[in-house]
């Protein structure tokens, strides 16, 4: 805008300069160029905005179109919006395109010369077998494109349809899904390359050209990709699980290309790369069996009644309703000092998710019953 600005004002002065000196037909023609072009210039820019407004506006994910398109074909509201945008992109270049025409057609080149020349652009570029021309580019995109919705498609019918059937556990499914997601984006790719003309053999040539640069560039990229297909296939860690990886402890979101998303307990997310969930030492408390531990210890004056304090233990863990017959609670005397006995006792929950509160209204209902019986702990 400021470019534009300055060519106005440069064509005014050069204009009354002209008209001072008494060149008035070049004056005149100065003139009446600046004039055009403010004209064809604001139209050009009324009409972008328009086309603008009017493609984000009925094709957007808020638009009528755009609530059609998520409604009958399920498709997410960000891809909507991105491919109202990419519409609205193309209508304005074909608009910039006409606007060039009109301000050359004064300088006597008419409208065929440009569209001559915009003709061989668009017959393409050859670089050496291959041909770059906006129709192959096109085609590829919409290859692309179709194969990335069929692929969506497929992905949440495996998700939502396939999968919930068979016998798999969440965490499997989503490994599965996630797997499937990858082989379809390669796929995807490599039916855009071969709409371009790009063979198996080229791109065999464009990876090993572009080894070197991964192998220093994007090294930890590499790794923690195949670690992640390490983990969706070898499954030390899937979905759900509650892990302890360094200072971090929670549950496990989702695998990504590059890291894993774990939620701790106060629900804020930890990114850690996926290459450190293979080669580092990960506790996983729910990969073979997903019973928690509940364990309390208590102490008691060296005089009471240890009976007495084991059947009361026992009594609490087997009235709460999360604490599992099988195995059965336990009291166990873990040591005798000069002035007191410490007594261990121990039961599972069907999660360790659930062992911190259920420990906790234990202890609550076992002081109680203490206080109620006269029996303090020491």
């Known amino acids: 805008m ?3 600005v300055s060519l106005g004002w440069i064509g005014n002065a050069v204009a009354f300069l002209g008209l001072v000196a008494g060149y ?15 004209m064809v210039a604001a139209t050009a820019w009324l009409a972008m905005r328009f086309v603008d407004d009017l493609v984000c506006t009925v094709l957007a994910s808020r638009g009528a179109a755009g609530r059609r398109i998520n409604t009958r074909f399920g498709i997410e509201p960000r891809l909507v919006d991105r491919a109202a945008v990419l519409l609205s992109v193309a209508l304005r270049a074909v608009v910039a395109l006409a606007a060039l025409i009109a301000l050359a057609m004064p300088w006597g080149a008419g409208g065929t010369d440009l569209v001559d020349r915009s003709m061989q652009l668009l017959r393409g570029i050859t670089i050496g077998e291959l041909v770059l021309s906006p129709r192959n580019i096109v085609r590829a995109l919409l290859v692309f494109a179709g194969a990335s919705l069929l692929l969506h498609l497929f992905r949440r019918w495996l998700e939502r ?16 899904a996630t797997l499937v997601g990858y082989a379809g984006m390669v796929l995807a790719i490599a039916m855009a390359l071969a709409a371009i003309g790009v063979g198996l053999e080229r791109i065999a040539w464009i990876a090993s050209a572009l080894s070197v640069g991964i192998g220093f560039g ?13 983990l969706l296939a070898e499954r030390p860690v899937k979905v759900g699980d509650w892990v302890v990886v360094g200072d971090a402890e929670g549950d496990i979101r989702r695998i990504n290309v590059r890291a894993t998303e774990i939620q701790t307990g106060d629900r804020t997310t930890v990114l850690v790369p996926n290459s450190e969930l ?26 009471t009644d240890p009976d007495r304090v084991r059947d009361l233990l026992l009594e609490v863990f087997r009235e709460h309703p999360a604490i599992l017959e099988t195995p059965a609670p336990s009291v166990a005397i873990d040591n005798i000092t000069n002035d007191r006995i410490v007594f261990s006792a121990s039961g599972y929950v069907p ?6 509160a259920t420990r906790s209204a234990l202890l609550f209902e076992i002081l109680r019953r203490l206080r109620a019986q006269e029996m303090p702990p020491g």
């Open 278 to 303: 293979i080669t580092k030492a990960v506790r996983n408390r729910t990969y073979a069996n997903a019973e928690g531990l509940v364990k309390i210890q208590l102490p008691m004056p060296l005089s």
């Open 161 to 176: 349809r396939l999968l919930p059937t068979t016998r798999m556990d969440e965490g499997m499914r989503a490994s599965v």
């Open 2 to 4: 400021n470019v534009a």
């Open 351 to 356: 999660s360790p998710r659930q062992a911190s």
């Open 24 to 38: 008035v037909a070049l004056s005149a023609f100065v003139g009446m160029q600046v004039i055009w072009a403010v």
């Open 218 to 230: 994007l090294q930890a990229i590499v790794q923690n990709f195949i670690s992640g297909l390490i």
